[in-house]
């Protein structure tokens, strides 16, 4: 039987339904750039959200993994063309198609390690990395072709993407981020949840408060620098 040819967006949605079959999408969160078009949901199909797609397609494992059920991940995409790679010296898994890259993230904290967490419920391993503590604080979910997906507030998914800024070396890669987390911020401010950005601003350690207001300033996004460093806690 000849294997059906999926377009880039329509192989997301069936390894998230692939994934939801199997009983463990509800133990993930879906983070990364594919968060946009889910977003649109969010914001309605109004809000001028950028376009981007990316080859990533990352998921955010909580720590410690609460999995409760067995899924061997790899098996379960390999007919839609998915091979596994290993990265590094510890053997990072990679799960690899011409369209897409799939890889499990769990937040690093502490002095962090290069080691990657194994979770033998998926049979594959995360890395670690910093600032992903941001995007498991404070959740939604959204309903999309069928499935219930829990995505980052848009308002920790904006914020964290200015965080990872100062970490790009690719200067296209920073700017998509910088695009991605200005439209977000905007969008929610025309949702009237400023204050919901405001909050999730001030509940970040002062190093990182700064970060973020300098890739602000950076992007010459004035308007939204004054917001997040006002003093006052009304709207």
């Given at each position: 039987m000849e294997n059906r040819k999926y377009d880039q967006y329509e192989l997301v949605i069936e390894v998230l339904n692939?994934?939801?079959?199997?009983?463990?999408?509800?133990?993930?969160?879906?983070?990364?750039?594919?968060?946009?078009?889910?977003?649109?949901?969010?914001?309605?199909?109004?809000?001028?959200?950028?376009?981007?797609?990316?080859?990533?397609?990352?998921?955010?494992?909580p720590e410690p993994p609460k999995i409760h059920d067995m899924c061997d991940v790899p098996a379960l995409i390999r007919d839609l063309g998915f091979v596994v790679t290993f990265r590094g010296q510890h053997g990072l898994i990679r799960l690899e198609h011409p369209d897409l890259m799939i890889e499990f993230l769990v937040p690093e904290r502490g002095k962090g390690s290069d080691r990657p967490v194994a979770i033998p419920q998926l049979?594959?391993?995360?890395?670690?990395?910093?600032?992903?503590?941001?995007?498991?604080?404070?959740?939604?979910?959204?309903?999309?072709?069928?499935?219930?997906?829990?995505?980052?507030?848009p308002a920790n998914f904006a914020l964290q993407k200015l965080l990872i800024c100062s970490r790009r070396r690719d200067s296209g890669k920073k700017q998509k981020d910088r695009d991605a987390a200005t439209a977000i911020l905007h969008a929610l401010i025309r949702k009237d949840e400023k204050m919901t950005v405001i909050k999730v601003f001030r509940s970040l350690p002062l190093k990182w408060q700064k970060k973020i207001l300098l890739e602000l300033e950076e992007s010459m996004e004035s308007d939204l620098r004054d917001i997040l460093s006002t003093t006052s806690t009304t709207e």
């Open positions: 692939r994934l939801n079959a199997s009983g463990v999408l509800k133990y993930l969160i879906f983070i990364g750039s594919w968060c946009l078009p889910l977003y649109r949901d969010y914001f309605g199909d109004d809000e001028p959200l950028p376009a981007i797609r990316t080859r990533d397609m990352d998921f955010l494992i049979k594959v391993n995360a890395e670690r990395l910093r600032f992903l503590s941001l995007l498991e604080q404070k959740t939604i979910r959204i309903a999309t072709s069928g499935l219930s997906v829990v995505l980052p507030h």
